[in-house]
């Protein structure tokens, strides 16, 4: 979080004057929680823990308090002003006002101003990763608030499961006397999720009757939920679509992007209702699987008609799947009547259709690629198919929807190493065998200490020179500076006389010894291609590294989402699934921490550490089978290259391809000027 401080002190200067003048309207008032969380994190930082605890917590409840208002406020003022069919354009605009004015007069007598509570997105992420409940477990554990402290802890690792310093407190805390199994709560749970999660413990045990209760409490929590959820959608919506400084739309198309933004985000509540705090994927057929575990429930404790009733609504999300049908088929049998579906399902299903129809069209006018994907995708049949009726087999595992593949499908080339180094100074230091993993491999000497000092040199260069990064914090830490560049960014200054252009030659004749050495040690039976490569350093914040539980990088792997509780890795996006190898350069070791760690799937068994130093390389395959992260750096400077390689030419790197060309016209003694077309745009 790279936030300036004398902003803050102005603010929080200023904040109890705001108080008092808000305190005197009639208006209530609501402490605006991203102040309260900068107050926390400042009283983190000057060890001043029961301000900490002070601060957190306020943030927490204004946090949430905003949240049920805003919700609160729509649904009412959608009841108080709908839109029923108008006959004209006034009537629409006229509810269109009536609803903006009732929005207004609800929240600011709820909350004050809403001015005040309007939230940075970087502040809103901290919240929905849960990160002041990291603040809050090391507070409580200062002030011996051991309780407190461990289901804080607990709170922060329900949603961030790869974090292992985190995972290592809480075995502290658990092997502390005091802390007791039920101090470990998630303060955060979604009672929704909550009571399925028990429901579906009962099930497995036998116990139909309290499970009942629990599935049934479920559905209604998960119906509250969803209506939440939507209401949620109602606000400021972002259109990344477009460019709006070069799009300008008509009165009816703006309103039109504005409701079909809307819509889907409201369409996206099926996943999010499904997708567990720290999961990447909904549960699969989340919705439905309430009424499979319910109708067989029901006939264990021999309430046929409510078993028709469910069985029928788990058909109205996958019709006519056949065990299903056959158990509506005994249970009308048994009862000698027909039995409806649930309301509340049919309600849902028609509203849904609805949805799927309305965004097929408003996503074309908005130019959005969509497709219709059902959250609740079917499984397939049950293989207990000898009681009658089926039942699901209590399976509560976490995947992704049909379209998924598991990384593990998709291993096409025969996996080996062990091939020549081709060059005579580099040294094979650690095999797979050796770092207790596969496709990896730890050499030395793969650059000189010369050319480990001029590459660092040069990447300091750049950023004096006038980088992109600038210095900014990095994306996987607020206690690193993070600073890089690419190989064709390097090239460019050069050529621009920013930098010595011999440095920026060496950066890419380095970046090329690495794809080669990968290449021939793990006897790839086809070209290795550059994915991306990045000059990169990691700076510790120098008053930030006392009290830090973080990485610098969180344990991840390259080319899959890494799911650490399901012990699997979804080759999907955002993921760069294209990659296969990836290997890290060291330019240095004069730092504390930064270690590079591979880890079980788990995110939390370390089965290898590494420090870094100059000229030793890490490489190893980008799949699930070798996740891995970097312990922070506490202390001083690490620089490196970092490489990801393809064996698919369709995914080569545009910046690399036109840095080759760079540097055959270099060679050939040509001038920069002779038409190339360079983009110098780095990515992280």
């Given at each position: 979080?790279?936030?300036?401080?004398?902003?803050?002190?102005?603010f929080?200067?200023?904040?109890?004057?705001?108080?008092?003048?808000?305190?005197?309207?009639?208006?209530?008032?609501?402490?605006?929680?991203?102040?309260?969380?900068?107050?926390?994190?400042e009283?983190?930082?000057?060890?001043?823990?029961?301000?900490?605890?002070?601060?957190?917590?306020?943030?927490?409840?204004?946090?949430?308090?905003?949240?049920?208002?805003?919700?609160?406020?729509?649904?009412?003022?959608?009841?108080?002003?709908?839109?029923?069919?108008?006959?004209?354009?006034?009537?629409?605009?006229?509810?269109v006002?009536?609803?903006?004015?009732?929005?207004?007069?609800?929240?600011?007598?709820?909350?004050?101003?809403?001015?005040?509570?309007?939230?940075?997105?970087?502040?809103?992420?901290?919240?929905?990763?849960?990160?002041?409940?990291?603040?809050?477990?090391?507070?409580?554990?200062?002030?011996?608030?051991?309780?407190?402290?461990a289901?804080?802890?607990?709170?922060?690792?329900?949603?961030?499961?790869?974090?292992?310093?985190?995972?290592?407190?809480?075995?502290?805390?658990?092997?502390?006397?005091?802390?007791?199994?039920?101090?470990?709560?998630?303060?955060?749970?979604?009672?929704?999720?909550?009571?399925?999660?028990?429901?579906?413990?009962?099930?497995?045990?036998?116990?139909?009757?309290?499970?009942?209760?629990?599935?049934?409490?479920?559905?209604?929590?998960?119906?509250?939920?969803?209506?939440?959820?939507?209401?949620?959608?109602?606000?400021?919506?972002?259109?990344?679509?477009?460019?709006?400084?070069?799009?300008?739309?008509?009165l009816?198309?703006?309103?039109?992007?504005h409701?079909t933004?809307?819509?889907?985000?409201?369409?996206?509540?099926?996943?999010?209702?499904?997708?567990?705090?720290?999961?990447?994927?909904?549960?699969?057929?989340?919705?439905?699987?309430?009424?499979?575990?319910?109708?067989?429930?029901?006939?264990?404790?021999?309430?046929?008609?409510?078993?028709?009733?469910?069985?029928?609504?788990?058909?109205?999300?996958?019709?006519?799947?056949?065990?299903?049908?056959?158990?509506?088929?005994?249970?009308?049998?048994?009862?000698?009547?027909?039995?409806?579906?649930r309301?509340?399902?049919?309600?849902?299903?028609?509203?849904?259709?609805?949805?799927?129809?309305?965004?097929?069209?408003?996503?074309?006018?908005?130019?959005?690629?969509?497709?219709?994907?059902?959250?609740?995708?079917?499984?397939?049949?049950?293989?207990?198919?000898?009681?009658?009726?089926?039942?699901?087999?209590?399976?509560?595992?976490y995947?992704?929807?049909?379209?998924?593949?598991?990384?593990?499908?998709?291993?096409?080339?025969?996996?080996?190493?062990?091939?020549?180094?081709?060059?005579?100074?580099?040294?094979?230091?650690?095999?797979?065998?050796?770092?207790?993993?596969?496709?990896?491999?730890?050499?030395?000497?793969?650059?000189?200490e010369?050319?480990?000092?001029?590459?660092?040199?040069?990447?300091?260069?750049?950023?004096?020179?006038?980088?992109?990064?600038?210095?900014?914090?990095?994306?996987?830490?607020?206690?690193?500076?993070?600073?890089?560049?690419?190989?064709?960014?390097?090239?460019?200054?050069?050529?621009?006389?920013?930098?010595?252009?011999?440095?920026?030659?060496?950066?890419?004749?380095?970046?090329?010894?690495?794809?080669?050495?990968?290449?021939?040690?793990f006897?790839?039976?086809?070209?290795?291609?550059?994915?991306?490569t990045?000059?990169?350093?990691?700076?510790a914040?120098?008053?930030?590294?006392?009290?830090?539980?973080d990485?610098?990088?969180?344990?991840?792997?390259?080319?899959?989402?890494?799911?650490?509780?399901?012990?699997?890795?979804?080759k999907?996006?955002?993921?760069?699934?294209?990659?296969?190898?990836?290997?890290?350069?060291?330019?240095?070791?004069?730092?504390?921490?930064?270690?590079?760690?591979f880890?079980?799937?788990?995110?939390?068994?370390?089965?290898?550490?590494?420090?870094?130093?100059?000229?030793?390389?890490?490489?190893?395959?980008?799949?699930?089978?070798?996740?891995?992260?970097?312990?922070?750096?506490?202390?001083g400077?690490r620089c490196?290259?970092a490489?990801?390689?393809?064996?698919?030419p369709?995914?080569?790197?545009?910046?690399?391809?036109?840095?080759?060309?760079?540097?055959e016209?270099?060679?050939?003694?040509?001038?920069?000027?002779?038409?190339?077309?360079?983009?110098?745009?780095?990515?992280?």
């Amino acid at each position: 979080m790279d936030v300036n401080l004398s902003i803050r002190r102005f603010f929080a200067g200023t904040f109890a004057i705001f108080q008092t003048v808000l305190l005197c309207s009639t208006y209530a008032f609501l402490e605006p929680y991203d102040l309260l969380y900068d107050n926390g994190v400042e009283a983190f930082y000057s060890s001043d823990y029961k301000n900490v605890v002070s601060y957190m917590e306020r943030a927490l409840s204004s946090y949430s308090e905003l949240r049920q208002t805003k919700v609160r406020c729509r649904l009412n003022c959608k009841e108080l002003h709908p839109f029923d069919a108008p006959s004209s354009d006034l009537r629409f605009f006229d509810t269109v006002l009536h609803r903006a004015s009732c929005l207004n007069e609800c929240i600011e007598t709820k909350v004050g101003s809403q001015s005040m509570h309007r939230v940075s997105e970087d502040v809103n992420q901290d919240f929905h990763r849960r990160i002041p409940y990291n603040y809050l477990q090391l507070a409580y554990y200062k002030l011996k608030q051991l309780d407190k402290a461990a289901a804080a802890a607990h709170t922060y690792f329900q949603a961030n499961p790869e974090h292992v310093e985190m995972s290592h407190n809480l075995e502290q805390y658990k092997a502390l006397q005091g802390t007791q199994e039920e101090h470990f709560i998630d303060r955060e749970a979604r009672p929704h999720q909550k009571a399925f999660t028990v429901a579906v413990k009962l099930y497995d045990k036998g116990e139909y009757e309290k499970a009942i209760e629990h599935f049934e409490e479920a559905m209604v929590e998960y119906y509250k939920a969803d209506v939440e959820c939507r209401a949620l959608c109602e606000g400021p919506q972002h259109f990344d679509e477009h460019e709006h400084l070069n799009y300008r739309p008509s009165l009816y198309e703006l309103i039109s992007d504005h409701f079909t933004m809307v819509l889907h985000c409201e369409h996206e509540c099926v996943r999010d209702l499904a997708t567990r705090p720290g999961r990447l994927s909904p549960m699969e057929n989340y919705l439905p699987l309430h009424y499979d575990y319910l109708q067989f429930a029901y006939f264990k404790v021999n309430k046929i008609q409510e078993a028709l009733e469910c069985a029928q609504s788990y058909l109205l999300f996958h019709e006519g799947e056949e065990f299903m049908t056959e158990n509506v088929d005994y249970y009308r049998e048994v009862l000698g009547h027909e039995v409806k579906p649930r309301e509340e399902a049919e309600w849902y299903i028609k509203r849904h259709r609805q949805e799927l129809d309305l965004l097929h069209v408003g996503s074309e006018n908005l130019g959005i690629e969509y497709t219709e994907g059902h959250y609740w995708s079917s499984t397939g049949g049950r293989e207990d198919i000898n009681r009658i009726p089926s039942g699901t087999d209590g399976w509560m595992e976490y995947v992704p929807i049909s379209e998924k593949k598991n990384v593990t499908e998709t291993v096409v080339q025969e996996l080996r190493e062990g091939g020549p180094l081709l060059y005579d100074s580099v040294r094979l230091v650690q095999n797979s065998e050796s770092l207790n993993g596969t496709q990896r491999v730890l050499l030395d000497d793969v650059i000189s200490e010369e050319e480990c000092s001029e590459l660092k040199h040069l990447a300091l260069t750049v950023k004096m020179a006038g980088d992109g990064y600038r210095g900014k914090t990095s994306p996987h830490t607020p206690n690193e500076r993070f600073e890089g560049a690419t190989v064709l960014k390097t090239l460019q200054y050069g050529y621009e006389g920013r930098i010595p252009l011999r440095s920026a030659r060496m950066f890419y004749d380095t970046s090329e010894k690495a794809r080669r050495i990968i290449e021939s040690y793990f006897m790839l039976n086809s070209t290795l291609h550059f994915s991306y490569t990045h000059l990169v350093c990691r700076t510790a914040i120098i008053g930030q590294q006392d009290i830090r539980n973080d990485l610098s990088h969180p344990i991840h792997a390259d080319n899959c989402l890494l799911d650490p509780e399901a012990n699997e890795c979804w080759k999907e996006p955002p993921a760069y699934t294209y990659r296969d190898y990836s290997a890290l350069l060291y330019l240095n070791g004069d730092f504390e921490g930064g270690e590079f760690i591979f880890t079980e799937m788990d995110a939390k068994t370390v089965t290898a550490s590494i420090k870094p130093k100059c000229g030793r390389m890490v490489g190893f395959s980008s799949g699930g089978e070798n996740p891995h992260g970097v312990r922070a750096v506490t202390t001083g400077q690490r620089c490196a290259v970092a490489l990801w390689f393809t064996l698919d030419p369709l995914f080569r790197e545009l910046e690399r391809l036109q840095a080759d060309e760079v540097m055959e016209s270099l060679n050939n003694q040509h001038q920069w000027d002779s038409g190339l077309n360079i983009n110098p745009k780095d990515e992280l």
